[in-house]
């Protein structure tokens, strides 16, 4: 009976799902970790479900602007001197790419529809970058609002 027992131990000791699953567990406990340092520090990485999110929330709090057009531009690999804080010759495989995600949204609308409409948005405390904000005239009272948003991804 007690070879059983130690013959059992032996086997878990050396299955590799076992240490494969100590590993798993151990990262991640690290990356809850390093979520809530990100979290402390007020930056916000966004995962793809996050920012489609994020595009309805924009677009169903457009009231009576009339959506004219809504473009994803091409993501932006951010240099690695501002992904880590130095230069290096070598790539690293470990460290994380950052990836710049920008959409263009553009509304017809009055002045005072375009206001609400940011007013709104601003409220909802939207985890964006506002890269440009642009208000043109087309044919007064209706102008063109032109908005480019953008977030920090790693994907």
Same mark, same amino acid.
Not at 19 to 30: E, G, M, S, T
Not at 55 to 79: A, F, H, M, T, V
Not at 132 to 148: E, F, S
């Given at each position: 009976?007690?070879?059983?027992?130690?013959?059992?131990?032996?086997?878990?000791?050396?299955?590799?799902?076992?240490?494969?699953?100590?590993?798993?567990?151990?990262?991640?406990?690290?990356?809850?970790?390093?979520?809530?340092?990100?979290?402390?520090?007020?930056?916000?990485?966004?995962?793809?479900?996050?920012?489609?999110? &994020? #595009?309805?929330?924009? $677009? /169903?709090?457009?009231?009576?602007?009339?959506?004219?057009?809504?473009?994803?531009? +091409?993501?932006? @690999?951010?240099?690695?001197e501002?992904?880590?804080g130095?230069?290096?010759?070598?790539?690293?495989k470990?460290?994380?790419?950052?990836y710049?995600q920008?959409?263009?949204?553009?509304?017809?609308?009055?002045?005072?529809?375009s206001?609400r409409?940011?007013?709104? &948005? #601003?409220?909802t405390? $939207? /985890?964006?970058?506002?890269?440009?904000?642009?208000?043109?005239?087309?044919?007064? +009272?209706?102008? @063109?609002?032109?908005?480019?948003?953008?977030?920090?991804?790693?994907?």
């Amino acid at each position: 009976m007690k070879s059983l027992l130690a013959l059992n131990k032996t086997n878990s000791q050396q299955d590799p799902n076992t240490i494969a699953k100590k590993r798993i567990d151990a990262l991640i406990v690290k990356n809850s970790e390093i979520d809530l340092q990100l979290a402390k520090a007020g930056i916000f990485f966004l995962n793809h479900e996050q920012r489609v999110t &994020i #595009e309805k929330n924009l $677009l /169903q709090k457009k009231g009576d602007l009339e959506l004219q057009s809504i473009k994803q531009l +091409p993501r932006i @690999l951010l240099p690695k001197e501002k992904n880590s804080g130095k230069k290096t010759n070598k790539t690293d495989k470990t460290t994380p790419k950052f990836y710049q995600q920008q959409l263009k949204i553009q509304f017809l609308g009055s002045y005072p529809e375009s206001l609400r409409y940011l007013h709104k &948005i #601003e409220e909802t405390n $939207l /985890q964006l970058h506002w890269e440009m904000l642009n208000y043109k005239t087309i044919n007064h +009272p209706t102008g @063109l609002l032109t908005i480019v948003v953008s977030n920090i991804s790693l994907q």
